[in-house]
């Protein structure tokens, strides 16, 4: 049990406008404060200064990420909750916002290892990391846009096959221009919405490109790996930050929810789906690149001999499974590659000797 020496105690729970603060004593658990406070850095400055060195407790949200090293700048310690741990929370009868801060209050004081406190990264890998989710929501408003042009199409007995969708807008032109000009006037805002996408997403890749060569040059070892693209190593470095913080690298299946889920009672023991926890747009691409390797173009590798070896054992979600592992399989992998700094080699079960990652 983790105890703090701080005086105070203060639950937060974060609001978009306001927040709902309760401050307890940390030796008798009396509360001395029950309040709202606005949203605005003012407002916290005032409470670090009335309670200096306090201990602040908050939930994962919005505002905890700026909110935390906002305390912490100003020497504070600062728990940030797991939500999806703290069931006595969210799933009480009776919510609210002040009985939220207090229960967070009341459990750091008790026992903060009941928190499951997780880190944030740091503002400058936030915003890196920014750049790649909003090039995501670029990616999936242009598929949208695309499944609209080409459902509004076939309703009127037009159909058009499905290229790349960066060259979509291009050969919708091209296909109507003959016989269908009339409703090509009607689809064409949507056409330039689509290159407009198109331009910002091309824009960004490059900005993407640069960045990782220039700030995080780790990203061209990941890059290695059969599979495993800028984006991909670029997202995993950003969201694990210091690889060090993992004892054992199998730990990184378990924080980036690739491990399955358990409910375990007397002799049932359930078979469930993955946890889905951590970063959800980095384990999608952990997936995509599994998914490449055991897929018909991947290339020969230890990686893909494994996937397909688990693929070929049958049975129910075989194909599945084989992937969910092998994407488990490749965060493993690069962590040790950037805990170890070792280079990747595809074929080292081939050899006698054993792979940092293996001896792992």
Not at 1 to 20: E, P, Y
Not at 52 to 80: C, D, I, K, N, Y
Not at 99 to 106: E, P, S, V
Request: proline share 4%; hydrophobic share 40%; with cysteine.
């Amino acid at each position: 049990m983790n105890r703090s020496s701080t005086q105070h105690v203060i639950g937060i729970d974060l609001g978009n406008a306001k927040h709902a603060i309760c401050v307890t004593e940390r030796a008798s658990g009396e509360i001395i404060d029950e309040r709202n406070i606005t949203n605005h850095r003012e407002s916290l400055r005032r409470l670090s200064k009335k309670y200096p060195g306090a201990q602040m407790v908050m939930e994962v949200g919005s505002h905890s990420p700026w909110t935390s090293r906002f305390f912490e700048g100003h020497g504070h310690e600062v728990l940030v909750a797991n939500p999806r741990k703290m069931r006595a929370i969210f799933e009480n009868d009776r919510k609210c916002d002040l009985y939220d801060a207090r229960m967070l209050a009341k459990i750091a004081r008790f026992d903060p290892d009941l928190l499951h406190a997780i880190e944030h990264e740091s503002e400058e890998a936030q915003r890196d990391l920014l750049q790649i989710k909003l090039r995501d929501s670029l990616v999936r408003r242009r598929v949208d846009l695309v499944s609209s042009v080409r459902g509004t199409l076939k309703s009127l007995g037009i159909a058009l096959k499905s290229p790349n969708t960066h060259y979509f807008a291009r050969y919708a032109r091209r296909a109507l221009a003959e016989e269908h000009e009339a409703t090509l006037a009607l689809i064409e805002p949507v056409l330039a919405a689509l290159d407009a996408v198109s331009e910002q997403i091309k824009q960004l890749d490059k900005d993407i490109e640069q960045l990782a060569a220039s700030r995080y040059p780790e990203t061209a070892r990941l890059m290695e790996i059969t599979g495993v693209g800028v984006l991909t190593s670029l997202s995993f470095v950003l969201v694990v930050g210091d690889p060090e913080r993992f004892l054992r690298p199998r730990d990184i299946g378990a924080y980036l929810g690739l491990v399955p889920k358990r409910d375990q009672s007397g002799d049932l023991d359930k078979e469930l789906r993955i946890s889905c926890k951590g970063d959800d747009y980095l384990r999608r691409m952990l997936v995509g690149s599994a998914q490449y390797i055991i897929g018909p173009f991947g290339p020969e590798c230890d990686l893909r001999r494994k996937g397909l070896a688990l693929a070929a054992r049958g049975g129910k979600r075989a194909k599945k499974k084989a992937v969910i592992a092998i994407a488990r399989k490749l965060a493993v992998m690069m962590l040790v590659l950037l805990k170890t700094g070792a280079s990747y080699e595809k074929d080292r079960n081939n050899k006698d000797e054993t792979s940092p990652a293996e001896a792992a």
